[in-house]
């Protein structure tokens, strides 16, 4: 059974920081794509950011020069540091990761973490 953890969330103030750590719990499958995604109430869940087994990343625009994603391929866990964090940036944060099996590849969520910046 194939699980993502997620840890690192809580309550922040406006300006402050947050890392995310996100592990797979069965480490004998090869992962491609990694990434973060945050749903706020009353809103559609969104990119955050995502990185490539190689190590090339894309970031949502809202999070350039904030936020940074990183990979431990040999622990496969994806991490997510956030800096100066805003209070729009409260939202509920999922791990995603595309596992690769003998027949095929398929997507698996964390059950989320919350983060809430205050003003």
């Known amino acids: 059974q194939v699980q993502l953890v997620e840890s690192g969330g809580g309550l922040v103030q406006a300006g402050g920081s947050l890392r995310l750590s996100c592990a797979a719990s069965r480490s004998t499958f090869s992962i491609n794509d990694m990434g973060w995604y945050r749903q706020a109430p009353g809103k559609q869940r969104e990119l955050v950011a995502s990185?490539?087994?190689?190590?090339?990343?894309n970031y949502a625009d809202a999070v350039k020069d904030r936020f940074t994603i990183s990979r431990d391929n040999a622990k496969n866990t994806v991490y997510l540091q956030m800096n100066s964090l805003k209070p729009e940036d409260t939202a509920s944060y999922y791990c995603?990761?595309?596992?690769?099996?003998?027949?095929?590849?398929?997507?698996?969520w964390g059950q989320g973490t919350q983060v809430t910046v205050s003003s």
């Open positions: 990185i490539t087994r190689g190590g090339r990343t």
């Open positions: 995603n990761a595309e596992f690769v099996f003998a027949l095929g590849a398929r997507d698996y």
